[in-house]
């Protein structure tokens, strides 16, 4: 089935617009996955009536703070071992020294690799309809959505009279 | 739904009642909305004007880091250490002082920015950018004093974890490699939790601008759209921050404590130097926000708008009770040492308030403890920006005596009478000393010419939460939930 990327916009005191926007095109036969919304501030999905989200940065977090604390068990325990220097009767790896190592490392690692897990998905392919309009920083709420070309037209009134204002496709760029 | 707030939730709203909404909507920045368009352009003007006086500020503190800052610590560099007041017994100096005070101030933003986010302190939006910057900009300033006080710097990579060419490696038993730790976590962090809420607003800087900034935001920006997806993952990251880098805060303050109290010094040697340090480095952190915020409303372009009296108010509150949590810590750390009947320790005690030094000791007890309490109980004087101005600023010339009454005056007066001294800094410590100060307000003028300093997207997140709500006779602000 042909389809066009269409991209309706409401004010951002017209929250309760968009999500009937969002019930319409539904009922229009219109799947979630054809379905993005894109915000200059957060709605959670239920506000909208969309699906959950999903996003790896807490399971990549996990994985970094793992990696610090490696790290830090090799610093702590294996480096002594390397070239063995005993001072004073001192043990050669003492465990309450080490925990202020652990610690640093662990946290650093989890602190990296969060923003890593970010960056890496942001900058990975996302699915749904692309798009952007400039108006979304200016507190937009953005729906953008594969219509069908048959029946473009009915859904673009329905969607006119909820108070939408549709985006010329030409307008609907990358950002 | 920010451009047209309802006043009033309940029913519909007398004359009397409308008169009262208009003096919260004017007392409260969430009850007091503007369109986001508004709001971006005002941040946009006031981050893209720059007036002759401020590029002559610019040019000024350019030079004076140049001359005050590089100037002397590369004489000092040429010439060697000898040319600062360290020698025994006191080896540690102003170097430390600076540094111990540029870390506390560090200490703002993750407060500011991650603990009133965790508990939900609506106050904090407009500013949590403002100190977040003072974080990463103080620990830059922070962490050159443990290169220029090694003398010679270019073997500082010998601090770095990785062995030399005979496979020894540092010593990770030393509280000086954890502070090298500690603080290059905190500062990564920091910087990135900066970075992080700063996204969606680079976004908005992209869309608005051309040339070069424009360049510069699409590229930090990262393909910014505002996805559900986008946001979804941002407040995921911004929650494991904010609860991740409090621990961390805490850590690198205790850390810097340990270097001291990890030693046998007398007066140094106490368990609770870690908590001391970390309620102090947040007194004068968020202190140092109030001054800083002062100075941003004053100079900057439509601030007023975003920063009222109420943030002078709430963060009045906050200074006076690390101000008595400070005294508490002071105190119990004073009476134990002087109860205890260490002869060399009572001769450090007596000698702070009685020696050639004591004003230091008591302008740190004036500043920390008697301004704050006489003037801060006082709604108006907290609703008076200037005046929390300069009670901060003297807040903050209270925490440097207490460091420095830490630092070299406990270090000249040690257990051997014979070794006592006196420290002098000289004019190149004071120097490198000012340098830093002059690098900080550098550096933060030449980003607030460059990054959003307000979060545009929170504050209009929490103008939407918020609203007016009649309970009874009166209304109340009322906040929602959107999580």
């Known amino acids: 089935m042909e389809t066009n990327v269409r991209m309706i916009l409401f004010k951002e005191d017209q929250v309760d617009q968009a999500s009937e926007a969002i019930e319409t095109l539904h009922h229009h036969g219109i799947s979630d996955k054809d379905i993005s919304v894109i ?137 | 739904m920010a451009a047209d707030v309802k006043p009033f939730i309940g029913s519909k709203a007398s004359p009397h009642q409308e008169s009262e909404a208009e ?34 500020w610019v040019i000024g503190l350019g030079l004076a880091v140049a001359v005050l800052l590089f100037g002397a610590w590369g004489y000092m560099i040429a010439t060697g250490m000898g040319v600062a007041g360290i020698r025994r017994p006191v080896y540690w100096g102003i170097f430390i002082v600076t540094f111990v005070f540029w870390i506390g101030i560090s200490h703002a933003g993750t407060f500011v920015s991650a603990i009133l986010r965790v508990f939900k302190a609506e106050f904090r939006r407009p500013f949590t950018r403002a100190a977040e910057l003072m974080t990463t900009f103080g620990l830059a300033a922070g962490a050159l004093y443990p290169l220029i006080h090694l003398g010679r710097v270019w073997v500082f990579y010998w601090m770095v974890p990785y062995p030399n060419a005979r496979w020894l490696w540092p010593n990770f038993r030393s509280a000086l490699v954890w502070d090298f730790l500690a603080i290059t976590t905190y500062l990564l962090s920091s910087t990135i939790y900066l970075f992080l809420p700063l996204i969606p607003d680079m976004a908005m800087a992209r869309d608005r601008s051309t040339g070069w900034r424009h360049f510069i935001y699409k590229l930090l920006a990262l393909g910014w759209r505002g996805t559900e997806a986008e946001w979804f993952r941002l407040r995921k990251a911004i929650s494991i921050f904010a609860f991740a880098i409090i621990p961390v805060m805490f850590s690198v303050h205790t850390i810097v404590s340990w270097d001291f109290a990890v030693s046998m010094v007398s007066g140094w040697q106490s368990s609770i130097f870690g908590p001391y340090f970390i309620i102090g480095a947040i007194l004068s952190g968020i202190s140092a926000v ?56 009572k001769q450090v005690l007596t000698l702070h308030a009685t020696g050639p030094s004591a004003w230091v000791w008591y302008t740190m007890l004036i500043c920390n403890v008697a301004i704050p309490w006489l003037f801060l109980w006082n709604k108006k004087v907290r609703r008076t920006p200037w005046l929390m101005f300069i009670i901060t600023l003297l807040v903050n010339v209270g925490m440097y005596a207490e460091r420095y009454t830490i630092i070299p005056l406990t270090l000249g007066h040690q257990r051997s009478p014979f070794d006592w001294g006196i420290y002098n800094p000289t004019i190149i410590e004071v120097s490198i000393a000012l340098g830093t100060l002059c690098l900080f307000i550098f550096l933060y003028l030449i980003a607030s010419r460059i990054i959003p300093l307000v979060p545009v997207w929170e504050v209009q997140e929490g103008q939407m939460s918020h609203t007016l709500r009649k309970i009874g006779k009166t209304e109340i602000p009322s906040v929602t939930e959107l999580e």
């Open chain 1, 39 to 175: 915000s200059g501030v957060p709605f959670s999905e239920k506000i909208l009536g969309r699906p959950m989200s999903w996003t790896r940065v807490p399971q990549i977090a996990v994985a970094g703070a793992l990696f610090g604390f490696i790290i830090a068990m090799l610093l702590n325990f294996l480096v002594p071992n390397l070239y063995k220097l005993s001072v004073g009767g001192m043990p050669l790896t003492p465990i309450p020294t080490s925990i202020v190592v652990t610690f640093e490392l662990t946290m650093l690692g989890l602190l990296i690799s969060t923003f890593l897990g970010v960056f890496i998905e942001m900058l990975s392919p996302s699915f749904g309809p692309k798009g952007y309009h400039p108006k979304i920083s200016d507190g937009y709420i953005g729906i953008l959505f594969n219509c069908p070309i048959h029946a473009d037209e009915d859904t673009c009134f329905e969607l006119q009279d909820l108070g939408a204002e549709i985006v010329d496709v030409a307008e609907v760029k990358q950002p």
């Open chain 2, 23 to 56: 003096e919260l909507r004017k007392e409260h920045l969430m009850l007091d909305p503007m369109p986001r368009d508004e709001m971006n352009q005002m941040v946009m003007e006031a981050m893209t004007t720059t007036t002759r006086k401020w590029w002559a």
């Open chain 2, 290 to 345: 109030v001054t800083i915020l002062y100075i941003l409303r004053s100079t900057m372009k439509n601030m007023d708008y975003f920063i009222r009296k109420e943030h002078f108010d709430a963060l009045g509150k906050l200074i006076l009770i690390f101000s008595m949590s400070w005294a508490y810590f002071f105190f119990n750390e004073y009476i134990l040492a002087w109860y205890g009947g260490d002869e060399a320790l």
